[in-house]
């Protein structure tokens, strides 16, 4: 599994919200921005199940993308008609907005991105490099992942080989430890090779990393999720972690008629905090 992410810039992203994206986008193999829409007859099929109009199989959110809008003039009209609408199917979708997460999820089912994301949004830290970028400098920082090409590659392949993992062994029903297995293969395998990366962008040419707007993160090693709760109760929180992964999982696997994320996700903060 690649990594391609999709960042939704529908509302302005805060600070906070701006410099996580710019790490995915870093990272990811492929990285669109675009303007998400949750399509209106969904939201109220999914929240108050009053929606004559909706139907399960059609899609939940689209997007459309800011780079072939620039590259159309900045225009959302082509000679033939409106820029395309995309359909997300197997990208990590970051929004600030719960309809759109909530939607992702539904739309994508069971597959290795939503796994992984599921892991995170169940209390496994999954980290990431601990530095982000001004995303205004777009071909500074295209020049710091061509020089750490293969830093980045060794990164991703540790993402990617937990995430198809994670995915068999949830869609094969195998729920033990999953939890504890998760947290020491991202702390063993992932956070060094994000350590790794980091370290070797420090070298880099100062004035190219000032010109990126290369700032390190003050507030702990960013990740993606957020654990549920500290290092106390951790036997509460692998049960915890392991039956709402199994709620979870379970739902996901249903065909896309018959997905409904369970309102107990809500309290595993999955609906806010996926990243």
Not at 30 to 59: C, M, N, Q
Not at 107 to 131: D, K, S
Not at 146 to 171: G, M, N, P, T, V
Request: net charge negative.
């Amino acid at each position: 599994m690649g990594l391609k992410v999709v960042i939704d810039e529908t509302d302005e992203l805060s600070g906070i919200e701006a410099r996580l994206a710019s790490i995915l986008e870093f990272v990811a193999d492929d990285a669109e921005r675009g303007v998400i829409y949750a399509l209106t007859e969904w939201t109220k099929y999914a929240f108050v199940s009053d929606s004559e109009k909706y139907k399960p199989h059609l899609a939940r959110i689209v997007y459309l993308s800011r780079r072939e809008y620039l590259e159309n003039g900045s225009q959302w009209e082509t000679p033939n008609g409106k820029l395309p609408l995309h359909i997300p199917t197997n990208e990590l979708v970051y929004s600030n907005n719960e309809f759109v997460r909530k939607g992702a999820l539904e739309q994508q089912g069971l597959n290795a991105t939503t796994a992984l994301l599921l892991l995170a949004a169940c209390g496994v830290e999954i980290a990431l490099p601990n530095v982000s970028f001004n995303r205004e400098s777009q071909e500074e920082i295209a020049r710091i992942r061509d020089q750490l090409h293969e830093e980045r590659l060794q990164y991703i392949e540790a993402i990617s080989q937990l995430s198809d993992q994670s995915f068999d062994r949830i869609k094969s029903g195998d729920f033990n430890d999953i939890y504890l297995w998760a947290r020491n293969e991202s702390v063993l395998k992932i956070l060094p090779k994000a350590r790794y990366l980091q370290n070797k962008l420090t070298k880099l040419d100062k004035p190219l990393l000032e010109r990126a707007g290369v700032m390190f993160w003050k507030e702990g090693i960013p990740t993606i999720g957020k654990a549920l709760c500290d290092d106390g109760g951790k036997t509460a929180l692998k049960v915890l972690a392991e039956e709402a992964l199994k709620t979870l999982a379970t739902t996901l696997s249903k065909s896309i008629e018959e997905r409904r994320i369970p309102e107990a996700s809500y309290i595993l903060k999955l609906s806010r905090e996926l990243l």
